[in-house]
């Protein structure tokens, strides 16, 4: 029958591992007082209930925080394991060695970056070294061939943390993770050598991801009648340097994902394949549901190295640290403005864009895109990185097939806290 209950552990539940046995639940109901409606789940549906929840109005409950409340009903008794509290780290000998290790790390990289031949990088990092895919060797060249942090890096906010990735090593007495502001979103770890020092070991994963919020604003109709609207959007990627035979699938699921049960975020067929925001361009399925992302949130990559596999190869999680801005923050954002678009945007021929930077803002990435009057694209993602001073870039289009129906410029840039700000920009 129907149970109510309260939950107020520190981790999130998965409502479709925590109550996903059709055998044991007919629905879960949780109420969202700030939208004052239901949010619905049902594992005796083929999507979790997903569908049936859109046509009825109701939230998809896909998870249960601290200190919800939430009914449960059940067909017979049963019990339910739910994520226990996370353990707090202590351990001061590492913290104060990773922090030297960093510091260290910082200095090699004051005032220019190393040379190629300077081992005191190397010096600085474990043999079993694994970022993003990338081995010891590969990293180096990375770091030292200007794709690595720029002359003055900062580490900050280091802290001492569990290991979130399945079959992650633990943490003991000369292995440890830790995450740093300013670094990359994962956690790393670190381990201890026999003389006592400790040394950056990477992320241990096979292949590159991030997740990170993003406000974006959109200008339509910007030489004519300029129409501006702002949204915020969650972006679940993975790295373009996804190394070939690693995996052939790639899935993510997580708050808001649907469908609950994972979204194909890469094959080796298509490459990467971009979420959209749930509405955005009418997407129902595949997409983000914003509304259900928060700060805290847990999103689980799933690689299969066999088209079509059932159990992944690797799996690796990461917490989102910040909740999407509210509706004035949005609107206050200090967002690049694009001054100027040239070109006739012909086959072949050249773009350039210019724009103006508020202060504090760094540029990130420039693209332009066009679509034919079916929707269908004519090509998108021609674009390059810039250097964070950068206000104009010239891109080449490639030798397209069609007729332009719209057109777009995506300008990325970055805060001084590394918060991401898009400009969609539609002359």
């Known amino acids: 029958g129907w149970n109510l209950l309260g939950y107020s552990d520190a981790q999130d539940v998965v409502v479709a591992d925590a109550f996903g046995n059709a055998g044991n639940v007919l629905t879960v109901w ?42 449960v009903n059940a067909k017979v008794p049963f019990g339910a394991t739910l994520p226990a509290a996370p353990v707090q780290v202590v351990n001061p000998e590492a913290l104060a060695g990773i922090s030297a290790t960093l510091k260290t790390f910082e200095n090699l990289f004051a005032t ?30 990375q ?56 040394l950056l070991a990477g992320d241990q994963r096979m292949f590159g991801f991030s997740v990170h919020l993003q406000a974006v604003k ?16 969650l972006n679940l990627n993975l790295d373009n340097g996804m190394t070939a035979g690693v995996v052939s699938a790639v899935e993510v699921s997580g708050p808001g994902v649907l469908p609950a049960t994972g ?20 997407a129902t399925t595949n997409c983000v549901d914003i509304t259900q992302v928060t700060a805290g949130a847990k999103y689980t990559f799933k690689g299969y190295t066999t088209a079509g596999g059932t159990v992944p190869t690797y799996t690796y999680a990461t917490v989102l640290p910040t909740s999407p801005l509210s509706g004035a923050a949005l609107a206050a954002a200090p967002f690049p403005s694009i001054t100027s678009v040239a070109g006739t945007w012909a086959p072949g021929t050249s773009v350039t864009v210019n724009w103006t930077l508020p202060a504090g803002i760094q540029s990130d990435w420039l693209e332009l895109n066009a679509w034919q009057n079916q929707g269908g694209n004519l090509f998108n993602n021609v674009g390059h990185s ?24 995506w300008l990325n840039s970055r805060d001084a806290n590394g918060n991401q700000l898009g400009l969609e920009y539609q002359p």
């Open 263 to 282: 979204a194909l975020v890469y094959s080796a067929a298509q490459g990467n394949i971009w979420l959209n925001t749930c509405g955005n361009n009418q």
């Open 143 to 198: 770091m030292l061939s200007g794709n690595g942090p720029g002359i003055g890096v900062k580490f900050v906010n280091i802290a001492l943390v569990l290991p979130t990735d399945a079959g992650a090593a633990a943490n003991d007495a000369t292995h440890q993770w830790f995450t740093f502001g300013g670094g990359p979103g994962s956690a790393w770890l670190a381990i201890k050598n026999g003389a006592g020092n400790w």
């Open 386 to 409: 810039l250097a964070g001073s950068s206000t104009s870039a010239t891109l080449t289009l490639p030798n397209y097939s069609g007729t332009i129906a719209g057109k777009s410029v």
């Open 30 to 71: 949780k109420w969202n007082a700030a939208t004052s409606g239901w949010a619905f789940y049902s594992p005796a549906l083929a999507d979790g209930g997903q569908a049936y929840a859109a046509t009825k109005g109701y939230a998809f409950l896909t998870t249960i925080k601290p200190g919800d409340g939430f009914w």
């Open 112 to 141: 220019a970056v190393p040379a190629a031949n300077d081992p005191t990088l190397g010096n600085l990092l474990d043999a079993s070294l694994l970022s993003g895919g990338s081995n010891k060797t590969a990293f180096l060249q």
């Open 218 to 233: 959109q200008i339509q109709n910007a030489t004519s009648s300029p129409q501006v609207s702002f949204r915020n959007q």
